[in-house]
């Protein structure tokens, strides 16, 4: 898949999403259980509840035992995205395992997987700003539009490396290697604060 197609993948996630626009909405994945258009969706379902579970701990005004339970479930999130971030490394890895790196392949500062991560965040961002740039004032739409604008030069740039980076590492150009994120704040035995409870 391309760039842009995964783009249009979270895109599409993001207006179904909207038709409830319920964090406990019950996810409607189209695609066949296993490939990895499921996982790529799923990806963006929990992208997407979880921005949304955000603008919920936001308010002045939220009880504070509200926030703490918010806070806790967006924890719980912010690991299952990881998790499914790491899954969709682990399908490129088996996509390239079989490439032979030239002499002179370079490493790249991310996996495929996380650069696509800051793609789905990215189209969450644009379909927020399309909305804001329709909205209020002349002053406000107008500010919003030109974020907008940037938004989407960097969807450009974004989907233009990850198209670069997948053909380098099919050509051996680039270095497949896979990095977990060994988060250690939800961990019991890693997070003092959890193993130094009585």
């Excluded at 965040?121 to 940037?150: N, V």
Aim: aromatic share 8%; with cysteine; glycine share 2%.
């Amino acid at each position: 898949m391309k760039a842009m197609d995964l783009y249009r993948l979270f895109s599409q996630q993001i207006v179904e999403y909207h038709k409830t626009d319920s964090v406990d909405g019950a996810q409607r994945n189209p695609y066949r259980e296993g490939s990895f258009e499921h996982l790529l969706w799923e990806k963006s379902w929990v992208d997407t509840v979880q921005w949304h579970l955000e603008d919920l701990v936001r308010p002045d005004d939220v009880d504070p035992v509200e926030a703490l339970k918010l806070k806790r479930r967006i924890d719980r999130s912010n690991q299952h995205r990881t998790d499914l971030v790491e899954r969709i490394d682990d399908h490129y890895y088996m996509q390239f395992k079989d490439v032979e790196p030239k002499a002179d392949a370079k490493l790249n500062t991310e996996t495929p997987a996380w650069a696509i991560d800051r793609l789905s965040i990215l189209a969450l961002k644009i379909y927020h700003f399309e909305i804001e740039a329709h909205r209020g004032d002349d002053e406000h739409r107008a500010k919003c539009q030109s974020k907008l604008d940037t938004l989407l030069t960097q969807r450009e740039d974004l989907t233009t490396a990850i198209d670069q980076l997948l053909d380098d590492l099919a050509a051996g150009r680039r270095l497949m290697k896979l990095y977990r994120q060994m988060k250690m704040y939800n961990d019991p035995s890693l997070n003092p604060m959890l193993y130094n409870k009585e």
